[in-house]
């Protein structure tokens, strides 16, 4: 019989009999009567989540009260005690903390047998518990009695996850040493390696002696306090890193340690899981530093164009300690050249510095070294003359006030005299007038004074004029006083002289010249374009080419659909280049043939000459429909060969390509439009001068005239004389008339043409035919004079007191040296940056002038151009100025520019290349 929950204190139970007949009831009734006695079995389990936390994380504990009976519960109360580190946060319901900080009281309702109930406390990590276990415990008392109290406790284990501080310490670039003096940065890096928040963080950073800390740079967090600098980082987050720290410190210049020693330490108010990587200490030895000091001077005292100059350097080393490579760099003055140096010492052209290696072991503390440089003061020199010296080392210095000196030296005040003697023709024949024009330049600084000019002529002239009323003739002298010539000024007199007659050349017997051809076959498909190229011996020379058009394909066309589109000389004037442009349907064949003339004379003398051939004269033309003509000219004594043209875009009908007494001329039909070059090169009638001697050419021109009928081809033929070879054919062809070019071979020359309209046509041609044999012996005579100045005042340099012009008189027809020029030229000392060059010409015509830079150096590349321009050369000599370019124009002016290429092309086709002398 079970006792129900709201029994009375006493139970009373009656049991009763009954039956039929029974007389006495009394007894038949019986009751027992039992006190009733509450028992409740109260049992908690505790459990928390998360099992661990950070610091300040939260902890919630589950208190789970199970009644096993046998009566209910009216009530029970949990006293969860928290352990140190944790403190109460919430509970469910019914919790309240309890008389103290570490407790909480929980208030649990009625609980039937066999029921359970759960209540939830929560409670915070507290500062200070990282990596900490803590244990909770909770107790259950039940209202009523609890038969037993063993499972009316419980206790579960949370953790606090740890707090893990490192830190590194190093130098900035990791040097492996230390320079005495030097600035260096150390650099302090904190990481929490731990999972816990790391509170009232400071790292520290001991300042050894030998290191003073610059407090003005100090990161802002960071203090200096006595001899360490202390950082407070505050809190820091778990698994974060600190912003890097960076300190700046000086070795001191004397009196530091062998080697300074740091160490950085890094704190929290936490427990450091790892104390290991709390500290990190650096430890770099000490280079002492040498304060090294130069001084410079030079003698003599003063100084003049020409003049050596000794400059005396001395290094002292004031200690402490040794140079480690110590160095000293010599600037030398402007307006010299170097001589000599020391052993020790290089020296650089293109700085203009001098640099030597100094002995270490002979800079000790108070020990030098010294050493002498020469240099040569330069022609125009600009005082003063300044020298620097500049002494450095890889050790620290720890005064560098006194690691540079200078020296200057007053340059005395000279005149800057010169003269240049040009001459107004490069060739003349026997009773030509020449003038010489003879100039004294003053470059200064000072002026010159009592100036005179004396030009003593030569054998094979005669004296015929003088344009100074001041000049005096004495048999072959020529003097001309011209007074004071002032710094920057010029004066000038011309003198004129007649030829001498020249004696017959000794031998009437001539030279042997070779002409030779060569051909290369020409196919185009229908509808195409194609190029052949023929190409001339070694040692041979094109004068003349053509592309003959052979067939064309029957049914598929004309040869009027065959359109020559290049009809040229080839690039390196040894062969020729032939271009169609095949319209007819079918094959278009022909031959691309170049006539070819020996360079040099063939025959067996002992000596030959060559052939002067100057480089092609080219003109570009850019057309609209029409007719159009271009005319290309060669100067005195020379005739054009190779004409050639070539159309670069669209098309046309070359139907003159004549000569034109030297030059050449060139009619062209043009359908649409046209871009087209057209070229000639010219060959001079006398060959080159061997031996004091030339030859002339024997060259005459033939012609002849063939009129086509309508629809045919025909053709006609020139033929030289005997031991003589076609060198250059000629055309004129009336309008429509088609050119299939021309066959040499070579004393014949064979023309083709085709008419394909519907009147006659007519084609005039024509034959340069030149003797393979040239003339007898032409003397050439070279005729050098030679003039001088002179003054009363002190001349920087004599040198340039002197000038000759050179012309050559001869009987030749042709030019034997068309340019020429001086191997030097000079630069100016004052206005703009430029150049002056002789260059001599045998004829009037306009030269384009370049200097380019011999090698690398200066800041220019090798092949740059320093200087250029264009002028227009007379016959004889010819002063040319040329400006140097803007990236150059220091380095001309200052002299480092010695030695330079000069080139000069001329309009017809000439050009000279040369190494010049820059003075």
Known sequence: MAVDNDAPAQVANTATVSGGGDALLANNSSVDAAPTVAGTDLEIAKSAYPASVPVGGIFTFRLKVTNNGPSASTGSTILDTLPSGLTFVSGDAGCASGTTASTVICEVGPLASGDSTTVKVTAKAALGTAGAVLTNSATVTAHEDDPSTDDNTSAVDVSVQPVDLAVSNSIVGNPA?????????????VTNLGLSPAADSTVRFSVPDGLTVDESSLDPRCALDGATVVCQLGTVGPQADVPTI??????????????ISTLATVQTSEPDADAGNDSAATATPVVSGADLGVTISSSPTSVGAGDLLTLSGQVTNYGPGTPVNPVVVITLPAGTTFVSAPGNCTYDDTDRTVTCDLPADELEPGESVSGEIVVRVGDSPVGPLTATA?????????????????????????????????VNRAQASPGDEVVYALTASNFGPANAHDVVISDVLPAGVTFAGVDSPSCTVSGNEVTCPVGTVRAGEDTAVRIRATVDPIAAGTSSSGHQLDVTKVETHLSAAGASTASATATCPSGYVATDGSVRLDAVDQGSGTFADAIVLADRVTDDGRGWTGTIRNEATGQAQGKVNVVCLSQSTTSGEGHSHDVVLSAPIVSSQSWTA????????????????????????????????????????FTVDVPESADATFAISCLSKSLS?????????????????VTVQPGATAEIQLTCGDLEKGIVASYDLDPGLVSLGNDPQPK????????????????????????????????VSDITNTASVSTSS?????????????????????????????????????????????????????????????????????????AKGRTTLRPGDNTVKVRATKKAAKDV????????TMVVTTRDGERLVRTVRLT
């Open 177 to 189: 040493s230390l320079d005495a003096g030097g600035t260096y940065t150390w650099r302090l890096d």
């Open 246 to 259: 960076l300190i700046d410190a000086v070795v001191a210049t004397t009196g530091a340690p062998a080697t």
């Open 390 to 422: 500049t002494v450095s080392a890889d050790t620290p210095d720890g005064d560098l006030s006194n690691n540079q000196a200078t020296t200057s030296v007053p340059v005395n005040a000279y005149a800057g005299l010169s003269i240049n003697k040009t």
């Open 626 to 665: 029409g007719t159009w003509d271009v005319d290309l000219s060669c100067s005195g004594g020379r005739l054009a060969t190779s004409p050639s043209f070539e159309f670069v875009s669209g098309e046309g009908v070359v139907r003159t390509s004549q000569t034109d007494g030297s030059g050449w001329h």
């Open 689 to 705: 001068v061997t031996q004091g001697h030339t030859h002339d050419l024997d060259l005459r021109q033939i012609s002849g005239t």
């Open 748 to 779: 014949t020359r064979v023309f083709k043409f085709f008419n394909p309209t519907s009147a006659p046509l007519t084609a005039r041609v024509g034959l340069r035919c030149l003797s393979t044999a040239t003339g007898g012996e032409v003397t």
């Open 794 to 866: 002190a001349d920087n340099t004599t040198v340039n007191d002197q000038s000759s012009a050179t012309f050559q008189a001869s009987r030749a027809v042709g030019p034997v040296r068309p340019i020429t020029a001086t191997s030097t030229a000079t630069v100016p000392s004052r206005g703009p940056a430029r150049v002056k060059v002789m260059i001599g010409s045998s004829e009037k015509r306009v030269a384009d002038v370049k200097l380019k830079t011999l090698k690398r150096g200066a800041g220019l590349r090798k092949g740059a151009v320093v």
């Open 893 to 900: 002016r200052k002299g480092r520019i010695n030695r330079a």
